[in-house]
């Protein structure tokens, strides 16, 4: 049972415009909230997070919004650019649950066409 | 500069074969984590160790092992290699349950 769910397997984009991923979870235990970026043929990297204690966090152009009771958060790219292509994941952690390790959606694929 | 390496980079075997990915870290991170990425399945964590001694099984961790005799290194084994293994493997290393580090990966191809 998938705990961490990226339903768009992609999304294409126009430079400039601004890029919407989403990411919805089924465990309530979740606490905190991480987004990664993945080129082709490297590893992922961290991008940017956010605690369940707040309900937005901004990064330069990159900001993550938590909606607790939908268990839904997004990650918003503006302006987006041709840089930006790659795979995003979503992934979860766990409160109360000792070190357990990040739940990892299946990712999105974002294309930003110039 | 800390940095987190994974050898060999490509990887070619036979089916039945014993093959050992290895992982490297430099920061010192008790956390060590081995994932494979498949179209479909993105990230899928096979096995992780929180400390030398210390294993635990993944979501996949049939067909694979690790052991952990130092902080830095955390080798992955496939005992008998099969075509379903055929993926790309990534390392990651952590401080704490949050904000990981991850190599370069290792394409692997089982024949």
């Known amino acids: 049972d998938q705990q961490v769910k990226q339903n768009s397997p992609s999304l294409s984009v126009q430079e400039g415009r601004i890029s919407i991923l989403n990411c919805d979870y089924t465990n309530s235990m979740f606490d905190y909230f991480l987004w990664y970026k993945k080129y082709p043929a490297e590893g992922p990297t961290f991008l940017i997070s956010?605690?369940?204690?707040?309900d937005k966090n901004e990064d330069g152009r990159f900001t993550v919004f938590l909606n607790k009771s939908a268990k839904h958060l997004s990650l918003h790219i503006v302006p987006s650019q041709p840089g930006d292509s790659a795979v995003y994941f979503c992934a979860a952690s766990r409160r109360n649950s000792g070190n357990t390790p990040l739940v990892f959606g299946k990712g999105t694929r974002l294309s930003v066409i110039a | 500069d800390a940095e987190i390496t994974q050898s060999p980079r490509h990887k070619i075997t036979e089916t039945g074969r014993q093959v050992t990915l290895a992982c490297h870290q430099t920061?010192?991170?008790?956390?060590m984590f081995w994932y494979r990425q498949d179209l479909g399945h993105g990230l899928r964590l096979i096995h992780y160790s929180y400390g030398v001694q210390d294993t635990n099984k993944g979501e996949v961790s049939d067909g694979y092992s690790v052991s952990r005799s130092n902080t830095e290194d955390l080798p992955l084994t496939l005992e008998s290699a099969a075509s379903s293994q055929t993926s790309v493997y990534f390392c990651?290393?952590?401080?704490?349950?949050?904000?990981?580090?991850f190599g370069p990966g290792t394409r692997l191809t089982v024949t």
């Open positions: 956010i605690s369940s204690i707040k």
């Open positions: 990651a290393s952590s401080e704490n349950r949050y904000e990981q580090y």
């Open positions: 920061w010192n991170h008790n956390n």
